[in-house]
């Protein structure tokens, strides 16, 4: 019983792997009896998978050239954002110097702003 259903499965298995399949635009040309028109059935074959890969070269060379000039514009654009990454590093790096020249420029005026000793008021007479 189990080799049996290993059978069906392996059998089913099997058809469905290599199913029957025609191309379309080609002709079965192994019908023709006549010698000249199975030879005019296979040179219609070739001339029409010429084509096709004409065609699918033509696809393919147009696709390659988008995508190049996409990849060129994306550089363009990728250069100019470094560029405005490295404006806005130098602008950082002012404002920090500005903010460290300014706070050391603090720090001895906090110092010296001690409060004073607290004298006593002078003595009314």
């Known amino acids: 019983m189990i080799r049996t259903l290993r059978l069906v499965v392996l059998l089913a298995a099997l058809t469905g792997v290599a199913p029957a399949q025609d191309v379309q635009g080609i002709e079965l040309c192994t019908h023709e ?25 033509a696809e393919a060379r147009q696709r390659l050239s988008a995508a190049a000039n996409e990849a060129a514009a994306l550089k363009g654009e990728v250069a100019g954002l470094k560029g405005e990454v490295a404006t806005l590093k130098a602008a950082l ?10 706070e050391a420029g603090a720090k001895p005026a906090a110092k010296s702003d001690k409060p004073a ?3 006593a008021p002078p003595a009314a007479r």
């Open 117 to 119: 000793e607290k004298t």
């Open 33 to 57: 009896s006549r010698m000249d028109r199975r030879t005019g059935c296979l040179q219609s074959n070739i001339e029409y998978l010429q084509g096709v890969i004409t065609k699918n070269a």
């Open 93 to 102: 790096a002012t404002l920090q110097a500005r903010v460290e020249k300014l």
